[in-house]
């Protein structure tokens, strides 16, 4: 590698820190336009509004996104005169409405402020996109150069998003230290990904830890201590592992087996399951193909403890969808970095294992 950039989130976290935004928006522009998912906007709005009182900042409009990460929607949003005559695109909301708003902001050169609603996943502060087919298949990843340019966690729209998409994001979240780790075995690692690996190993215990306690918090729509500790961890502390340790060609240890099942299992008829709740499988699935039994059992109690899936039948799968999710997976950028190591029928067989050990802890 010549020379190359990093860039790492900026953000503000706690109840009501969308006071911040025009303070961090004072050098970018005054002029945003609000982009996210309809329930997002509804719950957010008020908050957005109140953040920019009193300031020179004024909010264009607010435009539902779509229902789905895809480039169709990209592009009706890339020609919307409202984005393109805003300074700063605020992106609010899940994933697939932050991916979207990632996209957009870097087609039209924008800046771009990331307001999470919700504790599921990285993707407010990341550089890489998850994009997907009309049909709500994976398609692919887009790469950007940075991430964005600052995201605003507020902790109490967390506490009162539906619990299920927080319980789901603790299973997403499981995954970043196991499939860091695994996909850079025995990899002689360069300065950014080694400290990517080495952040991704403080990802697994805060969940252990405080997750039950955030659980019921999230339930009760209550923010607390436990609840920003793993918000934080989903969001930013996995964040900056996939930062440090994605690139489009030079290197990628951001995901391994875990996603490569999640991927895989869109394409399995019956299938069924939020993100994080299949790549919660996927982990087990990881840590059995590894021969980490012990750590294995382990997670699998864990996820039975909040009800994550520790068998295929828990995701509306069985046996027969093994090969599909298997010949998927090889054909994916996950599977680059351990392709060496790992056969289509040795991950089969761990998953096919790992079906069997979930089974018996019904």
């Not at 932050?98 to 087609?107: L, M, P, S």
């Not at 771009?112 to 504790?119: A, D, E, Q, W």
């Not at 902790?155 to 539906?162: C, D, H, L, Y």
């Not at 969001?235 to 895989?264: P, Q």
């Amino acid at each position: 590698m010549g020379n190359y950039n990093v860039y790492l989130p900026n953000y503000s976290v706690g109840a009501g820190c969308y006071s911040e935004i025009p303070k961090v928006a004072r050098r970018l522009g005054n002029k945003a336009i609000v982009i996210g998912g309809r329930t997002a906007i509804d719950k957010a709005k008020q908050a957005l509004l109140d953040g920019i009182s009193g300031s020179d900042m004024k909010i264009i409009d607010f435009i539902v996104y779509g229902d789905d990460s895809t480039y169709e929607n990209v592009d009706k949003l890339v020609n919307d005169e409202r984005v393109k005559n805003a300074d700063i695109i605020f992106g609010v909301g899940g994933g697939r409405a932050v991916d979207t708003t990632k996209v957009v902001a870097d087609k039209l050169d924008k800046p771009l402020f990331t307001f999470p609603t919700l504790g599921s996943n990285c993707a407010a502060v990341t550089a890489i996109c998850v994009m997907y087919n009309e049909d709500h298949t994976f398609k692919e990843y887009y790469y950007l150069e940075g991430p964005a340019d600052h995201t605003f966690i507020d902790t109490q729209i967390i506490a009162e998003s539906p619990e299920d998409l927080f319980w789901a994001g603790i299973g997403d979240a499981l995954s970043k230290e196991c499939e860091a780790v695994y996909s850079s075995e025995g990899v002689n690692l360069g300065h950014t990904p080694l400290m990517g690996v080495g952040v991704s190993k403080i990802c697994t215990d805060p969940l252990i830890k405080y997750g039950k306690k955030a659980l019921e918090d999230c339930k009760n729509n209550q923010d607390s201590e436990e609840l920003k500790q793993v918000a934080l961890d989903i969001i930013i502390s996995t964040g900056i592992v996939s930062n440090l340790t994605t690139t489009e060609n030079d290197y990628y240890y951001n995901s391994s087996l875990a996603h490569a099942f999640y991927n895989g299992s869109t394409l399995v008829e019956g299938a069924r399951g939020l993100h994080g709740e299949v790549v919660s499988f996927g982990v087990l699935t990881l840590l059995t193909c590894a021969g980490e039994i012990e750590k294995r059992n382990e997670i699998a109690a864990f996820n039975k403890s909040l009800g994550l899936p520790v068998c295929l039948a828990d995701l509306g799968i069985d046996k027969s969808g093994i090969p599909t999710i298997v010949d998927k997976a090889v054909t994916l950028v996950e599977w680059n970095a351990i392709k060496d190591r790992v056969t289509k029928e040795m991950f089969a067989k761990a998953i096919a294992d790992c079906d069997d050990y979930g089974m018996s802890l019904k």
